[in-house]
């Protein structure tokens, strides 16, 4: 087994992510103004199975259901040991919303997937779209209803969002992509 990514890199990683293609593409509206206020919180799991990760994130969940949203609005918590393989970690997800249900915060918070060969079910493989949940590490978005309610509240059209992220990719490119995250 290899040793895991240095937690500092793994952050970093995320970060200028983040910066370039959530906030630089403006693929989630509702992103920069957290960012800006240090609000977005990043955790790495040093989990090497999904029990350990379900662990990891029963943890964070019940924290930033705890935490006052003006100091940590959301959290990511970045797990690059463990369901590096897409289909595993598509497969994780059901664990995590039913871990969300047991914890009684389902309809407060919510559960964000992404992965670094993340793949839309009803998408061709070489589709441009994934790439709005592509990321340098396999990581849970943890959001708040109530932000989400709120952001799009102020929106006059929010399903518009993922329309245009689609777009912003088809005109990105797959290629175009590559670049913008190697610049990053």
């Not at 090497?48 to 949203?69: C, I, K, M, N, Y």
């Amino acid at each position: 087994m290899s040793n895991p990514p240095d937690q500092e890199a793994v952050i970093e990683a995320t970060r200028r992510w983040l910066e370039a293609a959530v906030i630089g593409l403006n693929l989630c509206p509702f992103a920069g103004l957290p960012w800006r206020q240090g609000r977005v919180q990043m955790r790495v799991s040093e989990a090497t199975s999904a029990q350990l990760l379900l662990q990891d994130l029963a943890d964070e969940l019940l924290a930033l259901d705890q935490a006052d949203p003006t100091e940590c609005e959301t959290t990511l918590l970045i797990h690059p040991c463990v369901l590096t393989d897409f289909l595993d970690y598509n497969d994780f997800l059901d664990p995590a919303d039913e871990l969300l249900q047991a914890l009684d915060l389902d309809g407060t918070l919510q559960i964000a997937s992404f992965h670094p060969d993340y793949r839309f079910a009803d998408a061709p493989p070489d589709d441009p779209a994934h790439c709005t949940n592509r990321s340098p590490y396999p990581m849970l978005h943890l959001l708040r209803e109530a932000s989400i309610e709120a952001a799009t509240a102020r929106l006059p059209d929010p399903d518009a969002i993922y329309e245009r992220n689609i777009n912003t990719m088809m005109a990105l490119g797959t290629a175009g992509w590559r670049k913008l995250i190697e610049r990053a």
